[in-house]
């Protein structure tokens, strides 16, 4: 087995580095094979090989009785030491993870006596991989005849499978540690596994698939996934509602929605603070949530959609409303509106979950403050006109008005009896 890696040769009696620094190099591993003795019979000797650019023709180890220590507690980010009593040197790898692991199971294997297809290589026979070869970071697949058969590089860090009608994603690509862009848009998927959320994406194109036919977005909790992604295509999957979990993908910048069926936005969507392009054209909004007032966005586009006018009814049923007897918010609440209204600072070993999704979610009320487990009266549809303070460029129909939903603490709020004397002006 011949892996391509970075390594340090550090000498333990002088403690001098024979390298510098981690030099490019190629580490082999397999049996070497000695001359017949009297009986016909040849020894084979287990020997591990380190090519660098100074040291060519490869500086020889021997395996067996010779390992001194193998360190590899931080093999998952790709590093280990492997030591040698003769000569007294330590190898510091530093190699992509599931190659070194890889690699160190063959070591194993070897040092067990056990017989493993990765030993099968001729040591005596073998050279450094050329380092024109550098691992492949990017493949583009844009014919079912290019997929590959062998499987993918582990080494890939870009990936994109246009238009091929691929039905499902391989757990292969689930399993590339390495991958930062995955695009597999204008196929035929209809689900994604949940361990693609296992995977620190940056970049994730999933247009013009069937996602919006089963709604599973288990994939969407995964935490590596949530703390990495920047950029999300899910345009023209037939989505009829907006994903929950989508508003806890707090690292967004880019989100493409386009040419789907949403009708509404969430009030959470607030959450995405550092959303800059939220693409929502071609649906079937009615109205927008008021909380887009809260997003700093260079440029929402909404062309397309099915804005309704202001809703006289609701209007009506509000100047119809009257005051209810005060009933003090639970306490937790109060304190979550407290943390809200100062912008205090909180996190997890602060705060337990539930409340930080609470501050983090719950819809405002024009008031301000934070509402929860609100009456269907509470909520007021297509009765203000958004401002787009915070917004540099919309996009929209000029022939269409838009309004939006706006939330109320209730009937006793101060807001809500300013906009309920605006309603009495506007319907008499």
Request: charged share 20%; hydrophobic share 40%; with cysteine.
């Amino acid at each position: 087995m011949k892996i391509l890696c970075e390594v340090q040769v550090v000498n333990r009696a002088t403690q001098a580095n024979r390298t510098p620094r981690a030099v490019k190099s190629t580490l082999a591993i397999g049996y070497k094979q000695s001359a017949r003795d009297s009986n016909g019979n040849t020894k084979k000797e287990l020997e591990m090989v380190l090519f660098t650019p100074q040291v060519k023709a490869g500086t020889r180890y021997k395996v067996r009785d010779n390992i001194h220590c193998v360190h590899t507690k931080f093999v998952l980010d790709g590093k280990a030491t492997i030591g040698f009593k003769q000569p007294a040197e330590n190898l510091l790898i530093k190699c992509d993870p599931i190659q070194l692991k890889g690699f160190l199971q063959t070591l194993k294997l070897g040092m067990e006596g056990k017989d493993a297809i990765n030993l099968r290589l001729n040591i005596a026979s073998a050279t450094a991989i050329p380092q024109k070869s550098q691992p492949q970071q990017r493949m583009v697949i844009n014919k079912r005849s290019e997929y590959p058969i062998k499987g993918f590089p582990r080494t890939l860090k870009s990936l994109t499978i246009n238009n091929i009608q691929l039905m499902k994603l391989s757990f292969e690509i689930c399993t590339l540690r390495n991958l930062t862009s995955l695009d597999v848009s204008g196929n035929k998927l209809t689900k994604i596994p949940i361990e693609l959320g296992r995977l620190p994406l940056t970049t994730l194109h999933l247009s013009g698939n069937s996602l919006g036919e089963l709604n599973d977005w288990c994939w969407l909790r995964g935490s590596k996934l949530s703390e990495s992604l920047c950029e999300l295509d899910l345009s023209a999957n037939g989505l009829s509602y907006f994903p929950p979990a989508l508003v806890r993908y707090e690292r967004l910048v880019t989100l493409n929605l386009n040419h789907n069926n949403l009708r509404h936005l969430p009030f959470a969507i607030r959450r995405l603070q550092k959303l800059r392009s939220l693409h929502v054209s071609s649906n079937k909004l009615e109205s927008l949530p008021a909380a887009i007032e809260d997003l700093h966005i260079d440029l929402l586009d909404v062309w397309g959609n099915c804005f309704k006018g202001f809703n006289v009814e609701a209007a009506q049923k509000q100047v119809q409303r009257t005051a209810t007897a005060h009933t003090p918010a639970p306490l937790w609440l109060q304190a979550a509106r407290v943390v809200s209204n100062h912008k205090l600072p909180y996190s997890a070993s602060t705060l337990p979950a539930i409340l930080i999704e609470l501050i983090s979610e719950a819809p405002k009320c024009l008031c301000g403050k934070l509402c929860y487990a609100l009456e269907s009266q509470d909520l007021l549809k297509r009765v203000t006109q958004p401002k787009f303070t915070h917004i540099k460029n919309l996009t929209y129909s000029r022939e269409q008005m838009i309004y939006s939903d706006v939330i109320i603490c209730g009937p006793n709020c101060c807001a809500y009896q300013q906009l309920k004397a605006l309603f009495s002006i506007l319907i008499s």
